[in-house]
């Protein structure tokens, strides 16, 4: 069974990097299915994908998240992370891991100092 959990901090202050990590268990992150992404859902609004890293490790970004997205994969760890930068109230979120159909329960961020 394929089980993804996303883990990270819950508070991060204003201007810092949001680091964020998501564990895969029942498939391999390099062998199995083919897009690995993150997506978050601010209070009150919808879903935003925000990028994804492929499983020939090549990365798609949101256009409006872009510049501030770092996503990369730890292939000994079976696990991929999230970097947000210059992080501000607006990025607060719940944010959730995806691969192909199978996400994480998510996890809460809030921005604020």
């Known amino acids: 069974q394929v089980q993804l959990q996303e883990s990270g901090p819950g508070l991060v202050k204003p201007s810092q990097t949001l680091s964020l990590t998501c564990d895969l268990s029942?498939?391999?992150?390099?062998?199995?299915?083919?897009?690995w992404s993150w997506i978050r859902q601010p209070p009150g609004k919808g879903l935003e994908w925000m990028g994804a890293?492929?499983?020939?490790?090549?990365?798609y970004y949101s256009p409006s998240l872009k510049s501030r997205t770092s996503i990369s994969w730890d292939t000994s760890k079976n696990q991929f992370s999230l970097q947000l930068s210059s992080v501000t109230p607006e990025d607060t979120a719940l944010y959730y891991c995806?691969?192909?159909?199978?996400w994480g329960q998510g996890t809460q961020v809030t921005v604020s100092s």
């Open positions: 029942g498939a391999s992150i390099t062998t199995s299915y083919y897009y």
């Open positions: 890293i492929a499983i020939e490790g090549s990365n």
């Open positions: 995806e691969g192909s159909g199978y």
